[in-house]
């Protein structure tokens, strides 16, 4: 039997890596060709998107793709990675901070922004990630990155002991650290500070009600067939047989396209994605012979 090509979008528990899930769903869907687009930490939860089959080809343009979290950030506490998993390396008291002070915090990373990336990331420093050089016992300086913080609203403040734990709701473009963003935070209030919680709520037009438990999946295992996860990410373009021949061995059209654009078949298959680019549209990827 041949496994359809298509999205699977779980919802990752805590204390597994994001290769573990692949793994798992390797064995669900009886292949080997399974990727996810966009790492989860260990500790984090929520929307994770894998990929089988041929849709393992359309992971990398999902990457560039909106993201929504829902995450709790302890002000008060400095840690190795920026979250609970790592070492405390400083304490300051949180719990006087004022609400208003807080919330204006916050507010100051929304928009585009240079964010330093945290320690432990897998960035490559000089071929090797950074998280690696980090567990080696070196010290390294990551450059700011351009991230764009769309939406960011603070949710609740609630003291705990001297330090003070904040619930936040975000929308940020792909590459942006949340645990940075705790860190920052922090940082600015001049009390430090780590994220304790993270759940991505959303991937793209990938939600959490969409999301299914592996052991969901390990009882009734399906996947969204490529063509409706192409249309449900990118916008849609579909072709007559003449424009579709064409596109089946990637040849530009003459077509006017409003960015990176999903073709179909008059049958709905799922062809290619195409740009604008010089003056035609052009293909990034084909997904059929």
Do not use: N
């Not at 001297?162 to 705790?182: E, F, H, N, P, Q």
């Not at 192409?230 to 579909?238: H, I, K, S």
């Amino acid at each position: 039997m041949t496994t359809e090509s298509g999205l699977v979008v779980v919802d990752k528990p805590a204390g597994i890596t994001s290769h573990d899930v692949v793994a798992r769903v390797r064995r669900l869907a009886g292949t080997r060709k399974v990727g996810h687009a966009g790492t989860l930490d260990p500790m984090a939860t929520g929307v994770l998107v894998v990929g089988v089959e041929r849709a393992t080809r359309l992971l990398g343009h999902l990457m560039l793709t909106e993201k929504a979290y829902d995450a709790t950030a302890r002000l008060g506490v400095s840690t190795t990675t920026d979250d609970a998993e790592g070492e405390v390396t400083d304490t300051a008291s949180a719990g006087h901070l004022d609400e208003a002070v807080v919330r204006a915090a916050f507010a100051e990373q929304v928009g585009e922004i240079l964010q330093v990336p945290t320690a432990v990331s897998a960035i490559k420093v000089d071929g090797k990630r950074a998280y690696q050089r980090v567990r080696e016992g070196e010290e390294i300086e990551l450059q700011p990155r351009p991230v764009t913080i769309h939406s960011l609203e603070v949710l609740e403040q609630r003291v705990a002991g001297d330090w003070l734990d904040v619930d936040i709701s975000l929308r940020c473009s792909s590459g942006t650290y949340v645990r940075a963003i705790a860190r920052d935070v922090g940082a600015a209030l001049g009390v430090g500070g780590h994220l304790t919680a993270l759940r991505r709520t959303a991937v793209g037009p990938y939600g959490l009600d969409v999301a299914h438990t592996l052991d969901e999946l390990a009882g009734s295992f399906a996947v969204l067939p490529i063509a409706d996860a192409a249309r449900a990410a990118f916008p849609a373009l579909d072709l007559d047989e003449t424009a579709a021949a064409a596109v089946r061995v990637g040849r530009a059209l003459d077509v006017d396209l409003d960015g990176l654009t999903a073709l179909f078949a008059p049958d709905g298959g799922f062809l290619a994605l195409y740009e604008p680019r010089d003056g035609q549209a052009r293909s990034v990827a084909v997904f059929v012979g």
